[in-house]
Structure formats: C-alpha cells, structure tokens
C-alpha cells in the first residue's frame, strides 16, 4: 500500500511498530517544516559535496545496495503468508506487530514526491542541485531509520550520518505542534502506567464502534484535504507518533488498536470545524472516556 500526506495516520501506524519510527517521524517533519535556508543546509552535508567523480560513483552504489537490504524490513504479505491458524485475533494483532503496510520505496516516494512535492514553501528558491542533495539526505535518512531493524550498523550510520550533522547544527526543525492539540499530546508525553492501562481499556470499551470510527476517520481525511489542511494534518500524525512513543507505549499497542484511538483524536481534532457532531464524537471517545476515568 503507498504512502501519502492524506493516510498519515496510516504511516503513523507503521512507525509506531518499528525499531526507529520516531526517528523517521523527525526527519519527515523536518521536510514538512524546513524553509529554503533550512533545506540549503540540510543540502550543504550532502556526503557527495566535493567529491570526485568516481568517489560519487562509489556512493551511488553503497546506496542503491543499503536500499536493497531495507526492502528486508518484514512486510505484512510475507508475514500473513507465514502465520499460523489460531485466534483470528490474537493472530492479527502478532501480524500487525511483525509487519509494515508500507515499505521502504513508497516512503521513499512519499518524501520525495509529497513532503517535498510542488506545495512546498521552499519550491523555487533552491537550485535544482540543492533540491537533489536535500532530498537525498532526507530520503537516505529516512530509510536509515526506518530499516534500522535490518541494516548493519555502519550501513544505518552512513546513511542518518548527514542529516544527524544537519540536526546537531540546529539547522532543522519541524513544524509546530498545532495549538489544539497541545492538550491531548502534552498528556499523552506525559503517560504513567496506570494512564497508558486506561487508554488501553478506552480502545476495548470501543471495539464495536470500529465502522463508525473508520467512517468518520475517512470523511476527517477528505475534510483536510478539501479545506487544504493535509500537510498539518500529516505533520500532526507525525507529532502525534513521537508522542506516543514518548509515552511508553509498545508495538503491541500500536498494533492492538492504541494508536488507531490516538490518530482519531488528532484527525478529529485537528478539522473539527469540518465535522458533524457524530463523527467527532466518534473519533474523539477514547480520549473523552481517558478524561472521564
């Protein structure tokens, strides 16, 4: 399944189960946010700046090969084919914990073609040799972190290694965290034990309002895209990733519907004068059942 902008909530959902999700979620947000000064210097540690043309060769090619081992990030067709009959539940939750919806080219594309698609505010400022060697950086690491499960570490490393500098130099940062979601993720950063087991409970008190949720998810989705709200949208998935990870909250609840409950309420949130008072409230229950313990 492809990536894009409008299913952030989709990639959030991935990125929660993986080794280094929040990793990639701060380097797709540092595409989303950076202005031209910021993508210029994300560019400025490109590793084949001042390189001959030969030594740019070498580096294609160790590239294009780590790009070969991160297609070994387990994928949820070759985990489905592999399980065992059991539960019809308990099943699909240890597929979910064990395998992406999406893979390591369709990120790829989805940082090239929609994070730093024709809507960005740095389009025309760079030149089109600055535009590349930012978009390597991010993309390199980006499927640095995201295959961080199964690539050797000096492979990981030489492909975070740019865009680690970039950070350390503070010449990124992503976008803000949107003012009305300030509330729900500050809480959730802040989760103890007893509050990550009553977010727990709240998604198996709503387990039979799946249809609902997904209806209402759906129609969110379309009401950012048509009020040309995708890229805060998306930014706050990706905020709402760390979040949740900073939380203390396992792959098992990503997978176990946690993380769902979570993109709901940022969806809703986030377009909430774009919905009808049933949707809303669908999105938006297992954070009212959380408050109401």
Same mark, same amino acid.
């Given at each position: 399944?492809?990536?894009?902008?409008?299913?952030?909530?989709?990639?959030?959902?991935?990125?929660?189960?993986?080794?280094?999700?929040?990793?990639?979620?701060?380097?797709?947000?540092?595409?989303?946010?950076?202005?031209?000064?910021?993508?210029?210097?994300?560019?400025?540690?490109?590793?084949?700046?001042?390189?001959?043309?030969?030594?740019?060769?070498?580096?294609?090619?160790?590239?294009?090969?780590?790009?070969?081992? /991160?297609?070994?990030?387990?994928?949820?067709? @070759?985990? %489905? &084919?592999?399980? $065992? !009959?059991? +539960?019809?539940?308990?099943?699909?939750?240890?597929?979910?914990?064990?395998?992406?919806i999406g893979d390591a080219p369709t990120l790829e594309r989805l940082l090239r073609d929609d994070v730093l698609g024709p809507e960005h505010i740095a389009r025309g400022f760079l030149?089109?040799?600055?535009?590349?060697?930012?978009?390597?950086?991010?993309?390199?690491?980006?499927?640095?972190h995201w295959a961080a499960g199964v690539l050797p570490p000096l492979v990981r490393r030489e492909l975070t290694g740019p865009f680690d500098r970039a950070l350390d130099r503070g010449?990124?940062?992503?976008?803000?965290?949107?003012?009305?979601?300030?509330?729900?993720?500050? /809480?959730?950063?802040?989760?103890?034990?007893? @509050?990550? %087991? &009553?977010?727990? $409970? !709240?998604? +198996?008190e709503g387990r039979a309002d799946h249809r609902p949720w997904a209806t209402a998810m759906h129609e969110a989705s379309w009401a950012g895209h048509v009020s040309g709200r995708t890229?805060?949208?998306?930014?706050?998935?990706?905020?709402?990733?760390?979040?949740?990870?900073?939380?203390?909250?396992?792959?098992?609840?990503?997978?176990?519907?946690?993380?769902?409950?979570?993109?709901?309420?940022?969806?809703?949130?986030?377009?909430?004068?774009?919905?009808?008072?049933?949707?809303?409230?669908?999105?938006?229950?297992?954070?009212?059942?959380?408050?109401?313990?």
């Amino acid at each position: 399944m492809p990536y894009s902008l409008v299913s952030a909530a989709t990639l959030g959902f991935d990125l929660v189960r993986l080794p280094a999700g929040r990793s990639v979620a701060t380097v797709l947000l540092a595409g989303l946010g950076a202005d031209a000064p910021a993508l210029a210097s994300i560019a400025a540690v490109h590793p084949g700046r001042g390189l001959a043309r030969g030594e740019r060769g070498g580096l294609a090619i160790r590239s294009r090969k780590a790009r070969e081992l /991160a297609a070994a990030v387990p994928h949820m067709r @070759g985990v %489905a &084919a592999g399980a $065992a !009959a059991g +539960d019809r539940t308990a099943v699909l939750v240890a597929q979910l914990e064990r395998g992406t919806i999406g893979d390591a080219p369709t990120l790829e594309r989805l940082l090239r073609d929609d994070v730093l698609g024709p809507e960005h505010i740095a389009r025309g400022f760079l030149t089109e040799d600055e535009w590349d060697e930012a978009a390597d950086v991010l993309a390199d690491a980006a499927l640095g972190h995201w295959a961080a499960g199964v690539l050797p570490p000096l492979v990981r490393r030489e492909l975070t290694g740019p865009f680690d500098r970039a950070l350390d130099r503070g010449a990124v940062a992503g976008p803000p965290v949107d003012d009305a979601l300030t509330e729900l993720l500050d /809480a959730v950063r802040a989760l103890d034990a007893p @509050g990550r %087991a &009553a977010w727990r $409970a !709240a998604v +198996d008190e709503g387990r039979a309002d799946h249809r609902p949720w997904a209806t209402a998810m759906h129609e969110a989705s379309w009401a950012g895209h048509v009020s040309g709200r995708t890229r805060t949208l998306a930014a706050a998935q990706l905020h709402a990733v760390q979040a949740f990870l900073d939380g203390g909250f396992d792959l098992h609840d990503g997978a176990a519907g946690v993380w769902n409950a979570l993109a709901g309420c940022v969806q809703g949130t986030v377009v909430a004068d774009m919905l009808d008072e049933a949707s809303l409230a669908a999105l938006q229950a297992p954070w009212t059942r959380v408050r109401g313990r």
